[in-house]
């Protein structure tokens, strides 16, 4: 098992995790106020084709990404944790009662 946190370590932490997934919401934000100009232009300004569709797309690729990387991969993300935490495992399986790999 890890050793318990210290106080300050606790803070840092906490406002790591607080500072991506509030710099994901941000970008969630811009992304929904962009895209709708996007399809306002598209649909009602710039010729009667919906490319509105294609910026759409790519950037909520990105969008999905960050979301992953910020709530699932991110340091102390449940699926990173649970990844590592198997990992110590199988390598204290392996070192055995000797000490030794």
Do not use: C, D
Request: proline letters at 6%.
């Amino acid at each position: 098992m890890t050793s318990p946190l210290s106080p300050e370590q606790l803070e840092r932490l906490a406002r790591k995790r607080a500072g991506a997934k509030l710099g994901w919401y941000v970008h969630a934000t811009v992304y929904v106020l962009v895209n709708l100009v996007l399809f306002g232009m598209s649909h009602y300004g710039f010729g009667s084709r919906p490319w509105s569709v294609f910026p759409l797309l790519g950037w909520g690729l990105g969008l999905a990404l960050h979301g992953i990387s910020v709530f699932m991969l991110g340091t102390g993300g449940g699926l990173r944790e649970r990844l590592v935490q198997k990992e110590r495992e199988r390598l204290q399986r392996q070192q055995g009662p000797g000490g030794t790999p």
